[in-house]
């Protein structure tokens, strides 16, 4: 495989930011990647990172040329977090002409490699403009385009015109799906010819705070990722409340927010009297989904496989993990946004089931997870596997088994890192006392 220095040269990218992205073990040894050249792979992982940062540009970046673009937004927005309350927002635009909406819609995502992700998002280029937060309630010109873009209900016709031609630098984050190249935009025009109806009434309707509008989206059907859209754009909430959130932030506010709603009737509902397991592989992370009968209570426990993204260590593992009982939590996760999509996700199958229970969500991440992607990643295929039938398992040491057969890391490393799990295995049920009726 050709090494980076031998492609041709893209314009808008300069060969130092190639490694501007963190490679596992790169910080140790600066000569890590030179030595490699991608040939024999020293960071651990089975594609160079650096190789798939910039082939990703290779089809983007030719087809932006100056300062103008026409295209089509899938549509997708971004609002940013740096320098809040004034943040950068502003338009993901694809070059192209057409359908692209599944460029941005994750939940469609589930089944696609990550070569496939990655150029579904460098194919959109990000337009920014900086704007207050509060201005979300009385929008400038722009602004208020780009609420209207946030609301829209089928792909977008759009020109914009930059202050700069767009710069190849691809963004990434452990929350949010990555984007393409980002310019500073000075104009732009939308051709927004459909809004979706929910969220057009949403967004009128002033006198509905923002968890009741993102609730009835949600039990009208709207997707996930489009809530969490509208939301991040300041559409919904009461007047006078109303405010920019940063994509990042809006994405966990709406797994959060769902999920706790979902919970108000889960614990209203009969526990569950067996052990279910699901199983699901993709993009080479694992993951075993729990549900212990009893009352409701949740885990999440990640374990980072040595030289995976957030783990560059090469021989040691690296588990983290937090959980909840029956009332919830009040403070934030330490794992972050992954365990508010997971616990949406398994709040979901627990209203399908009519059963309140005990969840544990472990998820093992191999070194095949070469960039991060969003929680979308855990949210969506979290979904998908509980969509699946489940196994019934007999007992507690059978389900050690299931988790033992799953994993590469050593079972007991799982069960002394999870509550749950040991709570299951050494307290006594009052059930347990009752003799069974003969």
Known sequence: MASPSSQPPIPGIAPVEWLSWSVPGLEADPTMCL???????????????????YRAFEKTLPMVNGLDLEGTSPPALFVGRFGYPKVSVGPLLSPEHGSTELFDTPEEWVGRSVQEVVSFRTGLVRGTTPIRVTDAERPIPILEDLQLLGIAGETVESEAHFRRPPRGHLSLSDSTPPFGPTAPIDKIRLDVRRVDPHLDRLTSDVHANARVAVEELYHRGVRVSRIQRAFSVGTLGRRGRRRLVPTRWSITAVDDLLSKTNLEQIRTLPELSEILVHRITALDNRWVLVFLPG?????????????????????????????????????????????????????????????????????????????????????EHVRAALHQAPEKIASLDELT????????????????????????????RLDDWIPAAS
């Open 295 to 379: 009352a409701y209570r949740y885990e999440s426990i990640e374990a980072w496989y040595p030289n995976t993204l957030w783990n560059p260590n090469p021989s040691q593992i690296v588990m983290i993990g937090d959980h909840e009982g029956y009332r919830g939590r009040t403070t934030y996760a330490s794992i972050g946004g992954c365990y508010y999509a997971a616990r949406l996700a398994t709040s979901e199958a627990l209203l399908r089931m009519g059963r309140q229970a005990g969840v544990v969500v472990l998820r093992e991440v191999h070194p095949g997870e070469i960039l991060p992607l969003g929680v979308w990643n855990v949210r």
């Open 35 to 53: 030595r490699c050249r991608s040939a024999q792979l020293l960071c651990g992982k089975p594609v160079c990172p650096i190789l798939v940062k």
């Open 401 to 428: 088994q299931r988790i033992g057969g799953t994993f590469a890391i050593p079972l007991r490393r799982w069960l002394a890192s999870s509550a749950l799990l040991h709570e299951a295995r050494t307290q006594r």
